[in-house]
């Protein structure tokens, strides 16, 4: 299993890359189950994850999971109702320190799922947090049949002067297909 807080690589080319990968799922907590997960999962990994790790695989970089401070329910009709509560009051849940400084980055992969047709809030935290200006954006996203439900352009308004690019959606239940690892490849690959 890769470690997904991963933040150097062995290989010298990839050391050189001033890529992050960083990724939110409701399963990045210190107590998650994976069985009884409201996300997919497979190769023991949530299904955002997953789509990370294909991504880390090929552009390498250092792989970070974007953890909340107060973990999400485990089971999906909970953690659904806690994420519609979070939309409707526009909350901004906190989240772990990410052990990383992003000013040493040009390119940052990051990854969440679809919740209630938009970005989780926690992703709202995230780019309040930090200011992306000059950085070039390449988002990707699991969903259960929303594609990327707009959010590619709610990155845009959250970080006006980021490239934000146009990124890769793919649903929560193929991500473990092989067809994924391609489409990751087809997709994904220069656009940094």
Known sequence: M????????????????????LYFSAGN???????SSATPTGNGYYSTQQ??????????GDLVALTPTNAYPLGYDETADQA???ADSNARP????????????????????????????IVNTFFDTYDFSGKTIIPFNTHA?????????TIRELEPNADVKEGLAVSGS????????????DRLLGLD
């Not at 907590?29 to 069985?35: E, G, L, M, R």
């Not at 789509?51 to 390498?60: C, N, R, S, T």
């Not at 049949?145 to 352009?153: F, Q, V």
């Open 29 to 35: 907590s210190k107590n998650s189950d994976a069985i």
């Open 2 to 21: 890769t470690d997904t807080n991963s933040k150097t690589d062995t290989s010298a080319d990839k050391a050189e890359n001033k890529t992050l990968i």
């Open 51 to 60: 789509l990370a790790v294909l991504i880390h695989d090929e552009v390498g």
């Open 174 to 185: 193929s991500v473990f297909d092989e067809e994924t690892k391609q489409q990751v490849k």
């Open 84 to 86: 519609k509560d979070e």
């Open 145 to 153: 049949g929303s594609g990327d439900g707009g959010t590619y352009n």
């Open 94 to 121: 906190q989240f772990e320190d990410i052990g990383v400084n992003m000013e040493d980055y040009d390119t940052i992969y990051f990854g969440y799922p679809i919740w209630w047709y938009t970005v989780p809030m």
